[in-house]
């Protein structure tokens, strides 16, 4: 499941917002920022949301949905589930989102790296960007303010690492997600994306047990 991944400026978001608008290509400016930060669930994110008379806004959310029956954060959205109603069903008819990143993180599903502070065998991590971009977008839903990340089948390039990835949008998907035809844009088989194997490098002030805390950073290696 996609539980990191690097987020973008509220205006950053909202020059995207009118590069769709004009339809002009969705390339970062210079003086954006090589890395962003990182997004964990509880994060405040901007989002792209439909607006009035059809126009799109820039808005912000928390990353997952508050749930009953656990402490912790509903963050994911299996397309599946949503399709056939449930929890999801009701956001993901009535109310879809972008998620504009620079890259999403999953952990290995059996490869594992040894904690030089701690000596336990951690998952490894490995980073998914687009190929030639550094933009990409992600499917979402919202309610209130939460919002929730739709994840699908994975792909050849994300299979061997992780058994679900996030639903990735190419730029010219975003009218057909917020549209009528989103159900059609599950199958991700013909999305390309580069993997790159990351290590966390924990602040000083995390203890021992804190190796998915938001304060880790990610750096490539």
Sequence with gaps: MCGRFTMLTYDEVLDIVRSIEF?????PEPEWPARGSEAFPGSMVPLIVPGE????EVAEFLWGYPVSWQKSVVF?????SALTG?????SLRQRRCIVPMLGFCEPHRSETFRN???GRACKQQYRFTLPGSPLALLAGVYESNYFSVVTTEPNDNVSPIHDRMPLVLRNQEVPHW????YADLAD?????LSPERVVVQRSA???PDKLDNPNDQLSLF
């Design 76 to 80: 994911n959205t299996r397309i599946e």
């Design 53 to 56: 008379n059809g126009r799109l």
């Design 23 to 27: 339809g002009t290509p969705l390339n």
């Design 86 to 90: 449930g929890m999801w069903g009701d």
């Design 205 to 207: 002030q995390d203890g």
């Design 178 to 181: 917020l549209g009528s035809n």
């Design 116 to 118: 030089p502070r701690t």
């Design 188 to 192: 991700r088989s013909a999305v390309e």
